[in-house]
């Protein structure tokens, strides 16, 4: 690589312009995830809507104290989550011009006892009790 003059001004905004750099670096992957999702669905299923979850479990193994048995536990990864919903609104911006005729939104979903997703998002605090889980963030696209 040849050298080059570099202005103050430059060495200044370097450090912002490199991680905003990194930033849309990071969106880019999660959009990614997102359209292939999208697009396998549309691929294999009769279904026209994707679910892409904005929370993370992995399983944990937790050991109780006295048991001697290790029990798995499922615990929220914090970091991809706490990434997406800061930049959410920029997220479902790219993804909308991946499909400008799809409808792209953050809902709140939940299971309900026959395992099917359920938009909680506009439900009134009366029908809450009737699923078995808190609403989850997703982002759902609806082609």
């Known amino acids: 690589?040849?050298?080059?003059?570099?202005?103050?001004?430059?060495?200044?905004?370097?450090?912002?312009?490199?991680?905003?750099?990194?930033?849309?670096?990071?969106?880019?992957?999660?959009?990614?995830?997102?359209?292939?999702?999208?697009?396998?669905?549309?691929?294999?299923h009769c279904k026209t809507k994707y679910e892409y979850p904005l929370f993370m479990e992995e399983p944990v193994r937790i050991i109780r104290r006295g048991s001697g048995l290790p029990n798995t536990s499922l615990r929220v990864k914090p970091s991809k989550c706490d990434f997406i919903n800061t930049n959410i609104s920029d997220i479902i911006a790219r993804i909308q011009m991946l499909f400008p005729d799809s409808l792209v939104k953050q809902r709140f979903l939940s299971k309900g006892d026959s395992g099917n997703l359920y938009d909680m998002t506009d439900l009134t605090d009366r029908m809450r009790p009737y699923f078995n889980e808190q609403p989850k963030p997703y982002i759902v696209v609806e082609w």
């Not at 200044?12 to 999208?38: C, D, F, H, M, P």
């Open 1 to 44: 690589m040849p050298l080059e003059p570099v202005f103050s001004l430059t060495l200044r905004n370097l450090k912002n312009s490199t991680e905003e750099a990194n930033r849309w670096n990071q969106i880019q992957v999660v959009v990614e995830e997102i359209y292939n999702g999208v697009l396998a669905i549309a691929k294999s």
